[in-house]
């Protein structure tokens, strides 16, 4: 049957308008935190937002993730950290696999899997809090590939209460690995954190075979992001002691910029924008860098500085000239600063002592420590809310957005909540 153009344009109009907006890995789509989903309309939310379905977890801070249908979490169950895959629509459990053991935690943030899965086609990459990563089957949950930071690696777990004197100079290895691994290509970069064999590496996604390690720092708690940046293609990872890129295809260090933090304590995920990089973190503020590549030469150099701005949980989203973030302290405020200055434009108080932020077409969705859910617009102008809500208990754990629905996790459920039409 012959197509005319017009009703050929008018079919491609409805895929793209009809398509699902998949939320399958840390921060989103583009691992920003922003998605756009046209023909939604989110401007108001309720408080008390149709409930779609909710089920029983147990403990941990992992984040869910939502691709083709089908929605993944982490959680804590009989000493061990597992991965469950149940069908977003009802919440119905598909499959369950074990990732590793539950490792003791003595803080406030309780035990549990803190690190968010990735979903890359039919594939899921899981990775618990003391270093096991695994590739597993979406279908079934079948393991692919596995490595063990620790077995492989010598990326030992040393727990909270270890004398070790080497513990002292890791985060990630003392409190729990939450750096989510990021893919790009055929591959995936997993900060694996061992001084001696490598801080991040790059596997084949498909096989698992190691392509290349770099650096020699203990990692932090921070996620890695990937991107082109000074005409090359790159990962940026906030290790426990510095801000670093590396060369996407050969792992070599192009830029390295030291940043020290108490108890090497980075936990916020990179923004990239253009050829910059901005960081935040509880000693250092909140740094933008510029890179620059001249005659194969990288450099990092530092366009402003916000030293009031020290977050300790939580990482800025970038939208539209404005880096929304939550503020310093255990009872943050939400803070919206200038993209190209740092300079603060407003606050607003009233936040826990974290708070995730999701920008949806032009709102944001701020989930705060205590449950609390606000609906704000996004603009340079004033703080402006839309509404807020309150369907789960304490979390630390980012929501997953995905065709109006918000997927949130706490300590002993996971919800789903339709908040846009």
């Not at 949980?313 to 919206?336: A, K, M």
């Amino acid at each position: 049957m012959k197509v005319s153009p017009l009703l050929f344009s008018l079919i491609f109009v409805t895929s793209l308008s009809s398509a699902a907006v998949d939320w399958p890995q840390w921060r989103g789509p583009a691992r920003t935190g922003v998605v756009k989903d046209a023909g939604r309309v989110l401007d108001k939310l309720s408080n008390e937002p149709k409930m779609l379905w909710e089920i029983p977890t147990g403990p941990g801070q992992s984040s869910p993730v939502v691709a083709g249908g089908r929605l993944v979490f982490m959680d804590g169950a009989e000493g061990q950290e597992v991965a469950h895959c149940v069908d977003a629509a009802s919440g119905k459990e598909l499959w369950r696999a074990e990732v590793g053991p539950m490792v003791e935690f003595q803080n406030a943030y309780g035990e549990g899997p803190r690190c968010t899965p990735l979903i890359d086609e039919n594939r899921v990459y899981v990775q618990s809090c003391g270093g096991e990563f695994r590739c597993l089957s979406m279908k079934d949950g079948s393991q692919i590939w596995a490595i063990s930071f620790a077995r492989n690696y010598g990326a030992t777990w040393f727990g909270n209460k270890n004398p070790d004197p080497e513990s002292k100079e890791t985060a990630s290895r003392r409190h729990g690995n939450n750096g989510s691994a990021a893919i790009d290509g055929d591959r995936i970069f997993v900060p694996v954190g061992s001084p001696k064999r490598g801080t991040l590496m790059a596997f084949d996604k498909l096989t698992g075979a190691q392509l290349w390690a770099a650096g020699s720092d203990n990692t932090a708690y921070s996620s890695v992001v990937a991107g082109r940046i000074a005409g090359t293609k790159q990962v940026v990872h906030l290790t426990a002691d510095a801000l670093m890129g590396v060369h996407q295809l050969t792992g070599g260090i192009l830029w390295r910029e030291p940043l020290k933090t108490g108890a090497k304590r980075h936990v916020a995920t990179p923004v990239i924008d253009g050829d910059t990089v901005t960081v935040t973190s509880t000693s250092i503020g909140t740094i933008r860098f510029k890179i620059t590549e001249v005659n194969g030469q990288y450099e990092a150099k530092r366009i402003w500085e916000n030293q009031q701005l020290k977050v300790v949980i939580g990482s800025p989203v970038q939208f539209e000239g404005s880096i929304y973030t939550p503020g310093p302290g255990n009872r943050c405020d939400l803070v919206c600063v200038d993209a190209t200055t740092g300079e603060e434009r407003w606050k607003e108080p009233g936040l826990g002592d974290y708070a995730s932020i999701t920008v949806v077409n032009n709102s944001l969705i701020v989930v705060d420590s205590t449950g609390e859910v606000r609906l704000v617009q996004a603009s340079k102008d004033g703080y402006k809310e839309l509404g807020r809500a309150h369907f789960v208990g304490k979390t630390w754990a980012s929501p997953a957005y995905s065709d109006g629905i918000l997927f949130v996790k706490d300590a002993s459920k996971l919800v789903a909540v339709r908040i846009a039409e």
